[in-house]
């Protein structure tokens, strides 16, 4: 039963346009999320978070969404580039800057940005 | 300044071995999370440490699988015994409670079970 959910497991977008993740939760009381970038054969690294006191975050081309009413959360790539080429994980959390710090994550999305 | 490391790389093995993956967590960091990645299950929690104290173990699959950290700088995941469905990339992440819930990840470990 998963508590975090991306539906689509690939995306692929022409350079220069918009890309768009999507990532759905069942848990109400998550109350901050983070995307997370993973290339082959690396460790997942961290890109944007937001929490669940705003709706949107901004950094550079990311922006990230949050709907809390639909549990609904997005992350733009405004312009996509050919190094986005990644797949991307949804990450969410129970305890915002507390001591357990445990995430929950979605199966990802895999991003792919023609040039 | 070095991330998290963790060791080896990659494993190769036969059913029935034992097999112990390592994570140096960045330093000053508290705490520590294993995770499995597979495709079917996608980045599923294995267990975490708070200050060397396993918190949650409720996603290591089986007896088979356990997980030690007897200092702050160092941690061991092992199977014994190992069986082809245990194969998978085997990620080790740290993190700074004091901080947000931002959690740093080393490359991993791509163990391959025959």
């Known amino acids: 039963d998963q508590q975090v959910k991306q539906n689509s497991p690939s995306l692929s977008v022409q350079e220069g346009r918009i890309s768009i993740l999507n990532c759905d939760y069942t848990?109400?009381?998550?109350?901050?999320f983070l995307w997370y970038k993973k290339y082959p054969a690396e460790g997942p690294t961290f890109l944007i978070s937001?929490?669940?006191?705003?709706d949107k975050n901004e950094d550079g081309r990311f922006t990230v969404f949050l709907n809390k009413s639909a549990k609904h959360l997005s992350l733009h790539i405004v312009p996509s580039q050919p190094g986005d080429s990644a797949v991307y994980f949804c990450?969410?959390?129970?305890?915002?800057?507390?001591?357990?710090?445990?995430?929950?994550f979605g199966k990802g999305t895999k991003l792919s940005v023609k040039p | 300044d070095a991330g998290v490391i963790q060791s080896p790389r990659h494993e190769v093995t036969e059913m029935g071995q034992e097999v112990t993956l390592r994570c140096k967590p960045i330093s000053g960091h508290n705490s520590l999370f294993w995770y499995r990645q597979t495709m079917m299950r996608g980045l599923e929690l294995l267990i975490y440490f708070n200050n060397n104290v396993p918190i949650d173990d409720s996603g290591m699959p089986e007896d088979r699988f356990s997980a030690k950290m007897p200092n702050a700088s160092f941690s061991t995941l092992k199977i014994q015994p190992s069986e082809p469905r245990d194969s998978a990339v085997y990620f080790c992440?740290?993190?700074?409670?004091?901080?947000?819930?931002?959690?740093?990840f080393g490359p991993g470990t791509r163990l391959t079970v025959l």
């Open positions: 848990n109400s009381m998550f109350d901050y």
């Open positions: 992440a740290s993190r700074n409670s004091g901080s947000y819930n931002e959690q740093f």
């Open positions: 937001i929490s669940s006191i705003k």
């Open positions: 990450a969410a959390s129970f305890d915002y800057g507390g001591s357990q710090g445990n995430l929950i």
